[in-house]
């Protein structure tokens, strides 16, 4: 299974950006995906994610500004950031709660993580 990120770069405040990830390989099924992101010197920490049947949740940092979706049949999760914030520059990772098959648990899988640098 493989996570590829792409969409990322830099941005001036104020600005926007769409991130993507696609998920490859033997998948039986997917349940959550979602983001994290990860700027210098700190944790790893939630940015949104989205379940199967399309229920979100968003860190209050992002709310209002930041809008995930995903795309079954595509495998797909997308993050739709609007009105970047200095704040907001960080590695994005890409993450997807999956099953190989009818049979085994479902597993976290990450992306390599994408530059999300936002700067005048």
């Known amino acids: 299974v493989q996570l590829v990120e792409s969409g990322g770069g830099l941005v001036q405040p104020g600005g926007s950006l769409r991130l993507s990830c696609a998920a490859s390989?033997?998948?039986?099924?997917?349940?959550?995906m979602g983001w994290y992101h990860q700027a210098p010197g700190k944790e790893r920490e939630l940015v949104a994610d989205i379940s199967s049947g399309g229920t979100t949740n968003y860190a209050e940092s992002v709310k209002g500004r930041f809008t995930i979706s995903r795309d079954n049949a595509k495998k797909t999760v997308f993050l739709q950031m609007n009105s970047l914030k200095p704040e907001d520059t960080a590695v994005y990772y890409c993450y997807a709660l999956i099953r190989t098959s009818p049979i085994t648990p479902s597993h976290n899988y990450w992306g390599q993580g994408t530059q999300v640098t936002v700067s005048s």
């Open positions: 390989g033997s998948i039986f099924s997917i349940n959550v």
